[in-house]
């Protein structure tokens, strides 16, 4: 069964979307965007309030992948290249999930502010330019030196997984060289077609002056 994008469109068209590089504040954004303009807040990873035991190792086998892994050492030495496929294929299982929650958290009519991994070719048929953001990082790359610089439950439990592997160095030098990887396939974030916002200060405070754009373009 298929569903047409039209049809999807026309359920979501209260959601408003923002995708782009890690560390360019998308998680910030989403979550003042809706404190201050009282939208529904949808996180990243919300396709987790999928029942875990519902999944199916056949047709989800990337979001069923740490149930079935030897261990985090496993996980944590993929080469980047086996990341990057992992990744893409959690990408495209998502979707699917991302999509029927979204549809029933937009029900009710109010608005919907998510930070999403729905890749652009995707957003565009299901949206259009004026519900979707791009935030970008300049350097693009930043995260391979950034990333355990945040005070995050989940960046200090991937640290504490990384130190009890049997190279910690080795692993950690690995997991930073992930967000190195630039295959061709990898979608260009600069021409997306969509409206987007780049990050170059990470010293200074500019929350206010990104929420200020991305609201005016989100028509809020």
């Given at each position: 069964m298929q569903?047409?994008?039209n049809i999807i469109k026309h359920y979501l068209q209260n959601v408003y979307f923002i995708n782009g590089h890690s560390y360019a504040g998308k998680s910030t954004m989403v979550r003042m965007l809706a404190q201050r303009y009282d939208m529904i807040h949808c996180g990243e990873n919300?396709?987790?309030?999928?029942?875990r035991e519902k999944l199916s190792r056949w047709k989800q086998p990337?979001?069923?992948y740490f149930d079935t892994m030897s261990g985090w050492e496993e996980w944590l030495n993929m080469t980047p290249e086996e990341h990057w496929n992992w990744i893409q294929e959690v990408s495209r299982e998502c979707v699917e999930i991302e999509i029927m929650e979204l549809c029933k958290l937009a029900a009710g009519g109010k608005k919907v502010i998510v930070d999403t991994n729905i890749p652009p070719d995707i957003l565009w048929e299901i949206s259009d330019y004026?519900?979707?953001a791009i935030m970008l990082c300049d350097p693009p790359d930043i995260t391979s030196q950034l990333f355990f610089n945040r005070d995050d439950p989940d960046k200090k439990f991937m640290m504490d997984r990384i130190k009890e592997c049997k190279d910690p160095e080795a692993t950690l030098?690995?997991?930073n060289s992930w967000a190195l990887y630039h295959p061709q396939e990898e979608i260009d974030w600069l021409h997306t077609g969509f409206f987007s916002v780049t990050r170059s200060d990470f010293v200074n405070d500019t929350r206010e002056e990104v929420l200020a754009a991305l609201a005016k373009h989100f028509g809020l």
């Open positions: 569903i047409s994008d919300y396709h987790d309030v999928f029942p990337g979001l069923c004026h519900r979707v030098k690995n997991f």
